[in-house]
């Protein structure tokens, strides 16, 4: 192992990230126990980190990719918003402030030590409902970001140990969209706070038992350590320019260029489509999130992600709908809700065909939500994982950038007016291949009322691609099945009102295969 860490060292940096790991996993038991909402403790959308003291990313509990990679950029630019002080904690869901899309609501707390800077401890949690135009705050129609509920900028929810919740409840209850969940929302973000507040008291512990000068030692330690692995990672890759692109279901384009040369890359993002009309727009901190992931794939090393990895990358993203203008108030701002679930997938599918890692995956988080004027429901479901050079794809599996639960069929049957009728392996829907891709999934659901149903998802047109010979995997589809026994097909991004005994049939894509069958 290449490092400029002292031999003797290399065991004591074992165990301190496994400390740090230990601290950012209690944090999420700690925030899933004290949460309301199904979202957060079923379904365990939600992320938990530690960051040093230039907020980056040191370790993470092992959550939700796409939350992960993002959390040192929306540190770093709240802390440039905000002079985060003992006693504060900082909020945001602002896709210009390092934010995804608006139902992931961003706890950020400072943790110092006497009058020293420590780092910080950060929690991400996905709010089923915080407004917007549709029950789930995932509006398939939305065009700006207004449309998408509540826009949160870079706010102290806790100011010098003094809560200031009566200035953030206004968020949430003031604009065009209200949340129609407001207990639940302040539930969630005090269990956030609860979370943060354990780590900061942990670390600090660390730090007492062993010195301050140790623990940032580590914390530089672990990404030095991750930058040498990935620098060996790209010596081991032909150095020349590796090109992908592919199409979202609307025939918008994802480019990439890779240009590796010895111990160094660079991602370049040029002739990808500009600002999406719709919700589909990702933001530089989702690329981030991305890039990380796909350079983790890169290691065969037991390592938490961070951001050492993104020191032998240099990242040129021009003006596209990955990195649209977010400047302006919210009802000119861009809609995201689709970004952050949609087009992140779709952006992981471009680097690995680029790279030749893998075949592609669903490909999508098949993105369920319904609910009517006092609630509503979110869920991703399962689909079939892409065939490697020497392995299977899985059956019904979360892929890359999602890595939730799906909700239990007793506690939605219980909580909400649903029924769930079926449940099954989509048998055959992954791509053949030497290795086969993973076969999707049937989710069939039964409504006990009228409410609002719509459905983000994506490889619905556009098959996930097999590699080398592999055969693509089979798209997804959605429809309604009325009362009547009239069908409503449903498009990749879509919506309708559903009544009493209609019913939503999800088929969700199968991975690619591997090599030719």
């Known amino acids: ?45 939600f992320s938990c980190a530690i960051l040093d003291a230039g907020g980056e ?116 209850t003031d604009g065009p969209f209200p949340t129609r969940a407001l207990q639940e929302n302040f539930a969630d973000l005090n269990a ?7 780590g900061a008291n942990a670390l600090q512990a660390l730090t007492t038992q062993h010195g301050l000068k140790t623990v940032h030692h580590f914390m530089q330690g672990l990404k030095r350590i991750s930058e040498a692995q990935i620098r ?19 025939g918008c384009q994802l480019s990439v260029a890779i240009s590796i040369a010895e111990d160094h890359a660079s ?48 990242i040129n993203l021009p003006a596209c709908l990955l990195n649209p203008d977010f400047t302006g108030p919210a009802e000119q701002a861009p809609a995201v809700v689709g970004g952050n679930v949609e087009t992140s997938q779709r952006l992981v599918d471009t680097l690995i065909k680029a790279l030749g890692i893998m075949a592609c995956g669903q490909g999508t988080m098949n993105n369920i ?4 004027a006092q609630f509503g429901y979110y869920e991703t479901v399962c689909g079939g994982s892409g065939a490697g050079p020497n392995f299977d794809g899985a059956d019904a599996v979360h892929t890359h950038m999602t890595n939730t639960r799906i909700t239990d069929p007793e506690l939605i049957e219980l909580r909400y007016p649903v029924r769930l009728e079926r449940f099954a392996i989509r048998k055959n829907s992954g791509g053949s291949g030497k290795y086969r891709g993973g076969d999707g999934v049937v989710r069939e659901m039964l409504f006990l009322q009228p409410m609002s149903l719509s459905v983000l998802s994506q490889h619905r047109a556009v098959q996930p691609f097999g590699v080398n ?21 449903l498009n990749a991004i879509d919506g309708c009102e559903v009544q009493t005994g209609d019913r939503l049939v999800l088929k969700t894509p199968g991975g690619g295969g591997f090599g030719a069958p």
């Open 267 to 314: 991602f370049d993002f040029s002739g990808t489509s500009p600002t999406h009309p719709g919700n589909l727009n990702a933001t530089p901190a989702i690329v981030r999130s991305v890039v990380m992931y796909v350079l983790r794939l890169l290691i065969d090393k037991p390592l938490p992600l961070n951001e050492g990895l993104m020191r032998a990358v240099t």
């Open 192 to 198: 956030a706070v609860a979370a943060n507040h354990y």
């Open 469 to 489: 010979g592999g055969h693509p995997g089979n798209v997804g589809e959605q429809f309604v099945i009325k009362q009547n026994g009239d069908r409503h097909t």
């Open 57 to 172: 990313l040191v370790v993470n509990a092992p959550h939700i990719p796409v939350h992960l990679g993002a959390l040192g950029m929306c540190v770093r630019s709240v802390c440039a918003t905000l002079n985060l002080r003992p006693g504060d904690v900082a909020v945001t869901n602002h896709p210009g402030f390092g934010g995804a899309h608006l139902p992931d609501i961003s706890v950020i707390t400072p943790v110092f030590y006497g009058d020293t800077l420590l780092g910080y401890v950060a929690s991400r949690a996905h709010h089923a409902e915080i407004g917007g135009s549709r029950p789930g705050s995932m509006p398939p129609n939305a065009t700006t970001l207004a449309e998408e509920g509540t826009v949160i900028p870079p706010t102290l929810l806790i100011k010098k140990g003094q809560s200031n919740w009566p200035e953030v409840q206004r968020f949430f």
């Open 232 to 250: 060996q990672a790209f010596r081991n890759l032909p150095s020349r320019i590796y090109r992908a692109s592919e199409s979202l279901d609307d």
């Open 1 to 45: 192992m290449q490092t400029t860490l002292k031999d003797n060292e290399v065991i004591q940096l074992e165990l301190f990230t496994n400390r740090f790991l230990a601290i950012a996993r209690e944090m999420g038991n700690m925030l899933q126990r004290t949460a309301l909402s199904t979202n957060v403790k079923e379904r365990l959308d």
């Open 369 to 372: 939500l319904f609910g009517n």
